[in-house]
Every structure is written in C-alpha cells, then in structure tokens.
C-alpha cells in the first residue's frame, strides 16, 4: 500500500515502521511525510528516506478547515491507500475522515478506551493501575476513540514517572504498531463496528 506519514514530533515509530517496511516485513512503502511542525524530530530523521517532507503548520490558516484542506490537497497526488498517524498531536479533520475513511491509522501510549488524549502514560500512573499498554486503532471523529486494532501491555511499577514508563513502553508500541500496519497492508483487518476482525 501507498502510505502517508503524520507526525509532529520526534517520529521513532515513523522510523521503526519505515526499517521494517526497508526489511520487506510490511507490504507498504510511506510515500510522503506529512508534518505540522518544520523542527519535528521527524523531518532530520526522514531525510534519507529519498521521500518528500512537506510541513503545513496551523498557524497560517484561519480556520480549521483551511489547514484540512491544504492537508487534503497536498496528499492528494500521492493517492494513498492510507495514513499512518505517529506522534501525530493533532485532532484529525472530519474532511480527512470522510476521505480516508477506515484509512488512518493511529498509536495511543494507553490502553484505550483508558486514558485518551495527551498524556497517557501520567494519566496510567495517577489512575495507580499495574498494567498499562499501547493501543493501534482506526481514527474517527472523537480523540482517541476508533475501533481497536491492537493492544500489548506493560507493568506500571509504584516509583514510575512518565519518562521511565515510556522508556518501557516505546519499544512494545514499535513491534504493536508493526505488526497493526502489516494487518492493514495485507488488507488482513475487517471492521464490525467497534470490532476489528483479523481475516
Ligand atoms: C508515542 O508515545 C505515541 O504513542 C504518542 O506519541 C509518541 C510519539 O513518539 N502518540 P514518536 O514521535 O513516534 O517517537
């Protein structure tokens, strides 16, 4: 599958799952970067990647709409099949939806339906679980809420802060996002309506 990238940060996931796209253990390839900060880590860590970066920042645009659909336009050309949401700290449009319908891809540091939006893992160790997770899911309208692709888990120790926690977790969400991503190229992922079935 031709795939779009969405980050706005450092982009470790965007890296992990392009090396395991080079190894052939995804069949897709990312054909364009897509990011709403031009000092992301994902812009250096992309360059070799012999793809286009393009950074559309929100600041420019009047309304939400307007940024949506400069998004909209620039990823047109590219007909993705889909698109891979890393780090990607924004609220995806209703126009993006509609299009890219069952299409988006996204990582959430918690297991969903726990703890949605920012801070995930503060939000797990305030809530005293033991367990805590990351979550690969389809994007729909609400944050953090589409149907759960894949979910793995990791322990929450009592003196855990947010770095130490997501020091544990980032390698658990690479292999989770890795293994979601193959599904989706595979076209190996059917969608009943909260729940996603592995055909
Ligand atoms: C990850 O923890 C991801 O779950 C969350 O933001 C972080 C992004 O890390 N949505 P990176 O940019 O992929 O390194």
Not at 148 to 177: F, G, K
Request: with cysteine.
């Amino acid at each position: 599958k031709r795939l779009a990238l969405f980050a706005s940060g450092r982009g470790s996931n965007g890296e992990a799952l392009y090396k395991a796209m080079q190894e052939g253990l995804i069949n897709g390839e990312f054909v364009v970067v897509i990011t709403d900060h031009a000092d992301a880590g994902i812009v250096e860590r992309s360059k070799g990647w012999g793809i286009p970066l393009i950074a559309i920042e929100r600041s420019p645009f009047d309304s939400k709409q307007a940024f949506e659909q400069a998004q909209l336009d620039a990823l047109e050309p590219y007909c993705v099949d889909g698109i891979v949401l890393a780090g990607y700290m924004r609220i995806v449009g209703a126009g993006l939806i509609a299009r890219y319908e069952h299409k988006i891809l996204n990582i959430h540091p918690a297991l969903l339906p726990s703890f949605p939006g920012l801070h995930g893992h503060q939000q797990a160790i305030d809530a005293g679980v033991k367990v805590t997770g990351c979550t690969v899911h389809f994007v729909d309208a609400g944050m953090d809420t589409g149907p759960i692709i894949m979910q793995n888990t990791v322990r929450v120790y009592p003196d855990d802060t947010e770095d130490t926690l997501s020091e544990r977790l980032l390698p658990v969400e690479h292999a989770t996002y890795r293994e979601a991503l193959r599904l989706f190229c595979e076209d190996a992922l059917r969608i009943d309506g909260r729940i996603v079935h592995y055909i």
